[in-house]
């Protein structure tokens, strides 16, 4: 499985951006999705994730509300829609598949594959 993450952009705060996680080869379905953000000399942190039904969909505390992660297995592809966009959210943001479901993953738990990133700027 290759992703191709794409959709970030610079925007103003209260802005919106979606983007989105292209993944290539089968079994996109077998896998719990994620997105990570990695700010500039800061580790990179989780965002949000579904496991592989929607029935488990968690995210960050600071991105509730804000922050709607969802999955399109037809399509293989995976999106984060994001809405109200704060400064504080700039950073490269990352897709990642993982056969396990994690509540609150950190980036070295077991993920399959990640992304190439894809950058988000959010200017005050």
């Known amino acids: 499985v290759q992703l191709q993450a794409s959709g970030g952009g610079a925007v103003q705060a209260g802005g919106s951006l979606r983007l989105s996680c292209a993944a290539s080869g089968r079994n996109f379905v077998n896998y719990g999705i994620y997105w990570f953000r990695q700010a500039p000399g800061k580790e990179r942190e989780f965002v949000a994730g579904i496991g592989r039904t929607t029935s488990f969909i968690f995210y960050e505390d600071s991105v509730k509300g804000r922050f709607t992660i969802s999955r399109d297995n037809a399509k293989s592809t995976m999106y984060l829609q994001m809405n109200s966009l704060k400064p504080e959210d700039t950073a490269v943001y990352y897709c990642?598949?993982?056969?396990?479901?994690?509540?609150?993953?950190?980036?070295?738990?077991?993920?399959?594959?990640w992304g190439q990133g894809t950058q988000v700027t959010v200017a005050s």
């Open positions: 990642a598949v993982s056969r396990n479901v994690y509540a609150r993953p950190k980036a070295s738990d077991d993920f399959a594959y």
